[in-house]
């Protein structure tokens, strides 16, 4: 009995040795899928975080070709130098067509006003007045018109049956004829009295600045004579300039007049802006002299405008020789735009965008300026685009949007 008890314990004890732990390997799987789920879970949000940067370094940048020259300017010599003022070559003194009292002034100095736009009003309560005294004409004048039509017609009845007599006809005839002409009579007092009343209104010539007042609302104004000037203008209302048109006005000696020629390139420097120079040109050389000074003025034209300048500056116009090419320039010469530049820590760069809208930050060497713009002496092959203007955010390898 002993030894069967033995064996059956020692069977039971070699069964639960092959028995198979289930817990232990259903415990790895779960393990082994959670750890799935998180590194796809991991992926996926790199790659939103890429695509949502991606998206935020897309910055909209112009861009802009680089400037190939076959060859540059070289810098042109002062020949002659003379002192004068600007002035607007279009400019008025505006005053009324008739006499009146300033009732309404819309306009002060420094005001832009644009061609056609009422800038002052005359009182005009009498001329009104004018206006339906010929309205009334006119109707009296149809009326009476009217009534020696109506007369002839008769006559015309009568004379047919033998009532009346010729000469009778004549004279209802004649009488419509002195009733019409007094209708065209009426008709043209009424466009007087309304013309005068339109000259009441005061308009602007052309489009400009005013550039003075010269009456005051309740003064008395009246038409001036062509030929004044802003200084001799009693009785005008505003003077007008248009800036557009600013030139400089000089006295060069007799003695060098033979330097110059229409289109001279010229620079004007004004006092009233020292750090700044103006391109222009020779516009006209006055075919008389000032026997007194013995001088010929000239009319320089700006090539170049800004709302800095007014008119009477004074100005020194310094005339140089025209533009000369320099020798032996046979290698093309690249330009680019001088806000196109990048600088800091001394060096230039340039961001280049390439095809696949990513920018590039290229350090470039300057190798002087022509016509406003920076000569490339390294850096660049001429067919780049580069970023105009770029923004201080944007950085070496960020993807761009160009908006041109």
Known sequence: MDRDTEAANQLTSDLCALRIDRGAGGSRRLRRGIFGVVLVLVAAAAVVLYLERGQITAQE???????????????ARA?????????????????????????????????WVTAGQVIARLDNADLQAQIEVARAGVQQAN????????????????????VVSQDQLQAAMSRVRVAEAALSQSKASLSLAEANFQNTVIRAPFAGVVVKKMAEVGESVAPIPPGVNLSTSSGAIV??????????EADV?????????????????????????????????????DR???TIMVKVRLLEKDEN????????????????????????????PKDALVTGNGTTAVFIVDSQKKVHLVPVSIGGEAQGEAIMADGLAGTEALVLRPPSTLKDGNTVKTTN
């Open 61 to 75: 940048v112009a861009t802009i070709r680089p400037t190939v020259r076959r060859s540059i300017d070289s810098p």
């Open 79 to 111: 020949i002659l130098s003379a002192s004068g003022y600007l002035v607007a070559r279009r400019k008025a003194v505006v005053s009324a067509k008739i006499q009146g009292r300033l009732a309404e002034l819309d306009v002060d100095e420094g005001s």
């Open 143 to 162: 009326a009476d018109l009217a009534e020696k039509q109506r007369q002839l017609r008769l006559t015309q009845g009568l004379a047919s049956d033998g």
């Open 239 to 248: 003077g007008i300039a248009d800036m557009t048109t600013l030139e400089a």
């Open 253 to 289: 000696s007799e003695t060098n007049i033979a330097k110059l020629r229409r289109n001279q390139p010229a620079q004007i420097s004004l006092d009233a802006i020292p750090d700044h120079t103006y391109r222009a040109v020779l516009r006209q050389v006055i075919p008389t002299a």
């Open 292 to 294: 007194t000074k013995a």
């Open 309 to 336: 300048l007014r008119p009477e500056m004074s100005a020194k116009i310094t005339f140089l020789e025209s533009a000369k090419k320099s020798p032996g320039s046979a290698s093309p010469i690249i330009t680019v």
